[in-house]
C-alpha cells in the first residue's frame, strides 16, 4: 500500500487523502458560496432593485450547487489515483458542471425576465407598448431556452466516445434521414416559423382581447407551438400557433385599447328621442366606465311589427369597462322608461274587421 503523508506519526492511506481532498474543496465552495449569498443579501438592502432581488431568488441554488463542484473539479489535480478511477470520475464532473452551467444561464434569463417585466407592467391603462414588448420577450426567452437545452444535450452526448461513433454512423444516412424528418417535422416547423412571425409581426400580443372560434377571452400565454386564450368564464382555450394565421379572428386592442359600446333598444313609434338622448348624457357623464369620448343617440332602423330600433352608442377605455357601461346603461334606460314613458314599450297592435255586415 502506498502511502504520502503521516498523521500523528501514522501513515495516511492514498485513497482517504483523496477523500479529505475532496471533502476540503467541498467546503471551500461552500464557504465561497455563502459569501458571495450574503454579499447579495447587503446589496439588497442598501440597493432596493429588482435585478438583485431576482437574482437571490433564482441563482441562489444553482450557484451554490455550481461553485463546490467547480472547487472539487480543481481538487483533482491535486488527487493521486488510477486512470480507471481518474477518467470516470471526471467526465461525471465535467458533465455534473456542463447541465449545472446550463440551468445558470436559463436562470439569467428569467432574472432579466423578472426585469423587463417589472419596467413593461400590463397593468396601465394604455399598454399598447408594455404587450408588444412582452410578447417579443416571451417568445424570444423560450426560443433561448430552448437553444441552451439542445446545446447542452449535445455536448453532454458528444462527450462521450460512444455517441461520437454514433454520430458518424448516422451521418452517413443524412440524406435519406433528412427527408424522413422533413416529413415528420413539417407541422412542427411551420408551427415555429409561425411562432417566429406571431412574435415579430404581431397579429396577437400578451392580454390583447380577442373573439376567436365565437369566444371572447384574452391572449395568456404564447408559445413555440399554441397559443392559450382565457376565455372570460375562466376557461383556456388552447389554439394552435398557425390558427392566427390562416384564419381570421377578431383583435379588439391591436392599436389601442379604447372600444365604442353600443345598445339597442326597441321601442313603440310613439317614444320620444329626445328625452333619451338627455337621459343617456346625464347616465354618461355620471358614470366612471365613461371616457367622455362619444355619447350618440340614434334611431336605427324601423321594424315591421311595429317597433323602432334606438342604437345607444358609448365609449370607455377597454373592453372590460365597455361591457359594463353597456349593462348599466341599459339596465338604466329600460327603468327610465318604465317611469316616463311606459305607453311607449313595445306593442302588439292587432286588427279586428266585422265579419258580419248589417242586414
Known amino acids: 500500500m502506498q502511502y504520502l503523508d503521516n498523521i500523528f506519526g501514522y501513515p495516511i492511506p492514498l485513497f482517504l487523502k483523496n477523500i479529505i481532498i475532496g471533502i476540503v474543496a467541498l467546503i471551500i465552495g461552500a464557504f465561497v458560496k455563502f459569501i458571495i449569498h450574503k454579499l447579495f443579501l447587503l446589496l439588497s438592502r442598501w440597493w432596493s432593485s429588482i435585478i438583485i432581488k431576482s437574482t437571490i431568488k433564482h441563482l441562489r441554488n444553482p450557484i451554490g450547487l455550481f461553485i463546490p463542484l467547480l472547487f472539487l473539479n480543481f481538487s483533482l489535480s491535486l488527487m493521486v489515483m488510477s ?13 455534473a458542471l456542463t447541465v449545472t452551467f446550463a440551468l445558470i444561464l436559463i436562470r439569467v434569463i428569467n432574472v432579466l425576465e423578472d426585469y423587463f417585466f417589472l419596467k413593461y407592467d400590463l397593468n396601465k391603462e394604455n399598454n399598447l407598448k408594455e404587450r408588444k414588448i412582452r410578447t417579443q420577450l416571451q417568445f424570444v426567452r423560450k426560443v433561448i431556452v430552448s437553444l441552451i437545452v ?20 448516422l451521418l452517413t444516412g443524412v440524406g435519406i434521414g433528412g427527408i424522413i424528418i422533413g416529413f415528420a417535422a413539417q407541422k412542427s416547423l411551420g408551427n415555429l416559423l409561425a411562432g417566429f412571425q406571431i412574435a415579430f409581426t404581431q397579429p396577437i400580443r400578451i392580454d390583447d382581447v380577442i373573439i376567436v372560434e365565437g369566444e371572447w377571452g384574452k391572449v395568456e400565454e404564447i408559445t413555440l407551438t399554441y397559443v392559450v386564450v382565457n376565455i372570460w368564464d375562466q376557461r383556456r382555450l388552447i389554439l394552435p400557433i398557425t390558427y392566427f394565421i390562416e384564419k381570421p379572428f377578431q383583435n379588439w386592442t391591436r392599436v389601442s385599447a379604447d372600444l365604442l359600446g353600443t345598445v339597442f333598444l326597441y ?15 346625464r347616465l354618461l357623464t355620471n358614470n366612471p366606465l365613461w371616457d367622455k369620448r362619444v355619447n350618440v343617440v340614434q334611431v336605427t332602423d324601423t321594424n315591421k311589427d311595429g317597433s323602432i330600433e334606438i342604437r345607444f352608442l358609448m365609449s370607455a377605455s377597454n373592453s372590460s369597462r365597455a361591457f359594463d357601461l353597456r349593462c348599466n346603461v ?30
Open 267 to 281: 321601442m313603440d313609434y310613439s317614444i320620444p328621442i329626445e328625452p333619451l338622448r338627455q337621459e343617456l348624457t
Open 330 to 359: 341599459r339596465e338604466a334606460m329600460i327603468t327610465f322608461i318604465q317611469n316616463n314613458y311606459p305607453e311607449s314599450l313595445p306593442k302588439k297592435r292587432l286588427e279586428f274587421k266585422d265579419k258580419f255586415e248589417s242586414i
Open 83 to 95: 486512470a480507471d478511477w481518474r477518467l470516470p470520475l471526471t467526465k461525471t464532473l465535467e458533465i
Open 150 to 169: 439542445l446545446v447542452t444535450a449535445a455536448i453532454v452526448l458528444l462527450s462521450f466516445e460512444s455517441m461520437r461513433k454514433i454520430g458518424a454512423g
